[in-house]
Structure formats: C-alpha cells, structure tokens
C-alpha cells in the first residue's frame, strides 16, 4: 500500500510541481515523498522510478496520441530511434523514471540515516 | 550504516540531473528537452486542440479579433489601422519566432552566435562586410521621416515582443530548444534587417556579376565577351512590348576620357572566391490580363515568385482588415503589411528586375591598418566600423571593415574568403545601402484603389528592384520595373572599376517616369519572367544579359489564348513546356552523326525524339535532353575558359543555343587544346557520346526519370542538419527554362491567380504551410497539393461571417 501511496503522490506532485517549475522538480518530489513515506530502500527506488515513468511515460503517450504522431516520429529521426515514436515514449519515460528513483532512494536513505536502527515494516 | 547508500544516491541523482540538464555538443539538455511538460512534447499540436485565445494589451487601442480559418490563415479584423499590425506582428511571432529570429540573425551576421560550425564565421564576415547592418539603419533613418510608416512599424514590433512576452519554457518554438538558445526582442532594426536580407537575395552579390566578367576579361578581348554575354540575345522577349517607342532620355551619363586605358584594357584580375555563387535567375512570373481577354470580362492578375523553398517557408497568408484597408495575399513574418495579394479595388504582384545595382571599386589604402585611402590626389580617412561576432563557445571575432566613398571594403588582405592570392581591396557601392523606405510600398499598395494609388506606392521601392504587375476592377492593367537604378554610362559596372577618384562613381539615377513601365497594351495582357524588360531602343544601359525563355512562353501563349479563365491560368502556371527545348533538340538532332552512335546511344536518340518538349515529371526525355546540353556546354567552354584558373561562369544555354545557331562555325567551337579544327557537327556528336555514357550508368538508379533525377526538396532553414524536418522527393516536373521552374532547390514559392470581378475570384497555394512547428499538422500541409498543382480557394472574409464553419478558432484582443 505505502508503494502504490508513494508512487501515486509522486506521479501528481510532479504533474503539479511541473506546471509551475523546471523539469528537474520530479527529483525533489520523489525525494521528498521518499522522505515523508517509510519504505524500504529498494523499494522506494521503485516507487520513485515507477511514479516518474508512469507520469513522463503517459503523458507523452497521451500527446503523441493526440498529435498523432506528427512531431514524436521526427524527433526520433534526429535522436536516432528510427522513427519509432514507441521507442522516443520509453525513451523519455525511463530518464525521467532514473531520476525519480535516484532521488527517491537518496530521500529514503536520508529518512533512515536520522532513525537509526530501524528497520522498516511494511 | 545508511550514510553511504545516501551519499551515493544523491551523488547519483545530483550527477543526473546535472548531466541532463546540460547541453553535451549538438545533443540538447535531455531532461529539460524530453520533459513532457517543458520540452518537445509540449510542441506536438494537438490535432483538434481547441484554438480560441485572449488577449490584453495596454499598447491596443482598439479591439482586434482574429478568425482562423481551416488551413490556419488568419483573418485580421481591426478597429485601429496600427492595431492590425500589432496584432499582425503578434500572429507571425506567434507562427514563425524562431524562423523571424534565425533571419535576423543570419542577416546580421550573428549565426555564429547560436550554431557550433567553424564555417559559418566567413558566412558572419561576409554578411558584416556586404554591411547588412549599416543598410538596414540607413532604412530605420528614412521610415523615421514618414510618420505613418513609423507608427505602423512601431506597433508591428510591439506586437511581435508581446507575443514574445508570452513565452515559456514550454511554449518556446521547437528549434530554440533543440539548439538551446532563447529569442532575443525584436526591434525595427530586425524588420529593417529583413528587407535587406531580400536585396541580398534579390540584387545582391550573387546578382554582380562584376568579379567573374573581370576575370574572364583577361582571357578573352570586349568582343567576345559581348558574345558570350549579350546585352540583348537574339530570342528577346522583353516585358514592354518590342517596338515601344522611348522618350528621349532627361539625363546622359558622361563617361571618363580614361576609359580604354584605365578600365577596359587594364588588367584589374582579382580573384576574390565569389560567395555567394552567382545566382542563375531562373524563376518567377507574373502576368495579368485584360478583360477584353477573359471570358468574364474582368482582369485577371497571375503571380508565382520562384524563390530557394524551405520549411517553414518565407511566406505567411494572412487577411488584413481596416477602417481604411483590406488587404489579402502572402505576407512576409518580419515586416508589416501584404506584399503579394490583392484589396477590395486591385491585384498586384511581384518578380524580380534581376537589375545589377552592385559595382565595385579597386581602393588602394595607405597601408595595412586601412584607415586611410587614396581619393581625389589625397589620403582620406576610412569610417572604420568594428564588428564583434560572438561564438557559441563564448570566444569573439573582430574584424573591422573599412567604410569608403563608395561603401564598405568587402574583400581586402584580412578577409580573402581563404583565398591567398587576394592582395587588392575592393569597395563596394550598392543601392541597398542608400536610404529608402520599402515598407511604404506595402503599407499603401494595400490601400490602393486604382493606377494612380499602385504607381505612388511602388514609386517608394528602390532595392531590390521588382517588376510590379498590376491589375484593378475598373480594367486597367500596367507593369512597372520599379527599382532605384543606377544612371551608368555604356559598359561601366560590368568589370571592377578604378577608385582612386570620382571619375568612376555613379552620375546619378535613372529617373523615376523612365523606368520600364506600360498601361494597357494593345496587346491586351502583360508579362515578365525575369528577363530583360526593355529591347535595345531603350536609352540607358543595363548591364548584364538575361535568360529569357519562360518570357517567350508566357508571352506566345498570351498572346494565343483567347476567353481566359481562371482553370487556363492554373495551366498556365504549371506549365512546363520548353520553347527552348523545343528550338534546340531539332537543331541538334540535325547537326549529330547518328553513324558514331552504337545501339544503346541510339535508344537514348530516340527516346528524345518522341518527345514533345514538355518537361513532366515521369518523362525520360528531359533528363536526356539536359545530359545532353550539359555535356555540350562542357565541350565547347572548358578548353577556352580553362586559360583562366580563376572565378568565373559559363555563358548560359540559350546564349550557347543561339551561338551555334547563328553561326556553324562560332571560333569557341574549335578545342583550343588539339591541333586540329572541331567541327560543330563533331562537337556535337561528341557530346552526345560523352552524355550517353552518363546516362547509362545513372539510368540503373532511377530510370532517368525526370523528378527522380532532378532531386527537389525543401528543406527546413537549418537545410542537411535537420533532414527529418526536410520534404524530399518531390514528384515535380519543370526547370529553370519552363513557366514551371521547379528546380532542385527552387521552385514557385506562391502561385496567386486574382479575377478581378465584382466579387473577386482568388486562388493561390505555397509549398509549406501556415504553422512553422514541425510538431504542427500545418507545418507541410500544402505541399503534397502544390506538387500536384492544385489551388486553394482564397477566402476574403467578412467578419459577418465568423459563424461560417471553416472557422476553427477565434483570437480577440482587447486594450487593458
């Protein structure tokens, strides 16, 4: 439960943070959920990664859709991805997933470096 | 023992978003540029997005609502006469940011401020030392003294920085964040920049063709260069018609008592590498008809600019709507107003005059740091003017440029475009730098209401010098070479001239009533195709020669054509017929030896007379036939201008076509390099054994078909480093010699057709689309109907018609 929370708050903090303020805000949000919520150190990776590649992955999924693929099959010709827009959404969803799961596992390690000894329950 | 996971995770994500948020060489700051909600995906358009907006300007002093219709071409309708040019500035920066920054930037010489390529510092240099900035505030200087124009600008410019002001990271146009740089203001001086960056274009350096005639000067006597570049070819066509009767001319250049010593026999070689290339006017028709011509009885006006065509393209439709105007045609995003299109009252439409208004002076300075020259038996001193150009990596370039009598240095023993052997310096004197206001030519041509209105609009054009075809409602139809012209005397300006003193400077204009001109032919239609406007009674001289044959095609088809409509003029402007071809295949089909020829030579042979000289897109025919002249020309020009190792252009086909014709035994078809005497009849079945070799091994690629070997593209404005932003392959017929002179690179930028009847009938298209936004379904919409030459009805709203169902979007602004 507490991954789906993390996971979850982290998506839509970074939805709204995003709206309002640079790209690289997804890496407080997820250390700061990964801060508030307790969870394993691993975990919390996940959590980070999943939250950020669920957000960047559909969004851009949903754009791209809406765009019907007119501008994602040109940039994946420069980038080179070989035209495939699939390939550009996986692409995008997992840099920002590594950035959120990085930071989410620094927030997590910061939350327990504090609590010494503890260890986390589920 | 959780320190260590935390100090290697944050170094982790800290190293991350540092590395993705920084620009590695040519790779953009992923993080910031993949970002859904900041980078290109914000730039993908959503297919059905809702398009209606709202404004607040305090700068407004009305309110103006804009309608987009279905191909996005906005329908400005203003309260205020400035306020529509706010709000036209609003929608090109809207539009077109980035291509309107990248314009003025390359137009000022500062590309090398956003784009990594050592090679674009001579391309910098140049554009400061052709002093694109001086011309273009010698521009600014001469608006300032027409308050309208002033006003009209001010606000266009306004409106530009408004939108600008509206920008964010993630409504920023694509190209800014895939290079990762950011717009700078607008301001007049941009505006201003453009228009000279069109007299670059247009009557520019490639436009001079000074340089190489001097070189080729040294190897061949007057005479022959008078052949090989006639002032008036045989097959003539000019835009007033043959026989109109001249005044006699107000002034008379004078020419210096030292000519024949000093300039004609003088040896003054220079070999400045030309850049740019010498430009090869072939494109760009206008034409208008009487009603007497028409089956409707109206007029019809027929324009299609040629000019390079890119994505996105250099044109913008829009509909401009006043108290005092409405106006509808293609506009340029960069400065106010419709330049190509039609009002209420009138149509009027564009070429280029293709005029030589660049000359250039030999300068001696007193030494090397060039702060003074000789001029009139003393040393003068040189305005100096520093240029610093910028460079991406941070680094900047000085160079200073020495302003004489005459105009600025271009080329001296600093900047010899990496060619060693440059050690004189010329100046250069043109037209583009003197002041005059060209805007003023829009902003009323698109008020005006009848002949009078046009001849007092166009009269304000001086550089670059256009061929203004005009039609209005109440019948009238004119043309007018309209341009400042330089008052030269016979022969001065083809070759490099002395510039120790005045003797050699310009003696004024062509007066303004003398330019090229005519009000309803007998003939009863007007045309102009770039050639020479005027035949050899006209008093003054023109230097150069000019191509001519899409004159004689739209000219003997006019003339022919009877109850026009306007489907006739569609055909007409994709006309693809080579009256040049035409003339020439039978010729040389006559003159070559078919015995020489072995079978596969001969399938070529006679592949090329089936054809019926029309140069369409699937045909094999025209691929051979240019093989074949290519090849010609190639055999009858290499051994002679080969004495030269310098700069310089070959004649071009219809002079060679002519040559031959007129004389068998033309002296340049001998190979200098043999001891024997070539016969033409050799010449020309060598060539065509030489050309067949080629063909045979081009035709496994591509069958020899004509679009396939022609190639054309559009290419967007980065060209070869953004190819998947680029349309390639093509499916067009044409070439320089057709009315349809769509050739690898260039081709009809706009085709317009304006039926002046009481409800007028426009059509019009351009080979790109509204939107610059390669994310946009607008960003290449037309193009695929352009190759196929169809049209688009053009829709002159009235704003009781915002209900109408082809309006998709509606932008109201208001004053705050």
Redesign the interface.
Known sequence: MRFLLATFLTATLS?IA??YT???SI?IIS?LVALLIKQR?GIA?LSGFVGIFL??GG??FW??A???Q??????A??FPLS?SSILLIL??AV??A??GG??A??GS??R??ER?GQVPVK | MRVVPFIVSTVVTVALVFALNKRWGSIPELGKFLSPQTGFWQNADGSSENMDEAFSFKNLKGAVNVYLDERLVPHVFAEQEEDAYFVQGFIHAKYRLWQMDFQARYAAGRLSEILNDSKLLNVDRLQRRTGMVFAAENMLAEIAKDPFSQQVLDAYTTGVNAYIGTLTQSSMPLEFKLLGYKPEPWSNLKSALFVKLMSADLAGLGLARDLPFTNEKSIFSLEEMALLYPQVSDSSQPIIPKGTLFDVPLLTAVTPATVDSLYYTNDTTVNPVQVPKITDIKGSNNWAVSGSKTASGAPILCNDPHLRLSLPSIWFEMQLHTPTMNAYGATFPSIPGVVIGYNDDVAFGVTNAGRDVIDYYRIKFKDGSRTEYWYNNTWQQCKMRVEQIKKRDGSVFTDSVAYTVFGPVLYDNTFNNDDSSINSALAMRWTAHDPSNELAVWIKLDRAKNYADYEDAISNMATPGQNFVFAAKNGDIAIRQQGRFPLRWTGQGLYVMPGEDSSYAWQGWIPQKENPHILNPAEGFIQSANQRAVDSTYPYFIPGDYFTPRGISAYQQLSAMQNITVDDMKRLQNDVYSTLAADAVPFLLQNIDENYLNDSELTYLNELKKWDFNVTANAKAPTIYQAWFDSLEKQIWTDEFAQSNRSFEYPDEQTLFEAIKRDSLFRFIDNVNTPGLETLNQQITTSFKLAAGGLAKEEPTNGLIWWKHKGSFILHSLRESLMPFARTGLQTGGWGTVLMAHSKTHGPSWRMIVQLTGETEAWGIYPAGQSGNPGSKFYDNFIDDWVAGKYYRLWMMKESEKGDKRIIGTINFTTS
């Open positions: 939805l995003g709206i640079p790209w690289w890496a250390f150190f990776f957000l960047w969004l851009s754009i791209d809406a765009n019907k007119v501008l994602s099959h040109k940039i010709l420069i035209g692409v995008t840099v920002g590594l950035v990085f930071a596992m620094s390690s910061l327990r470096a010494q």
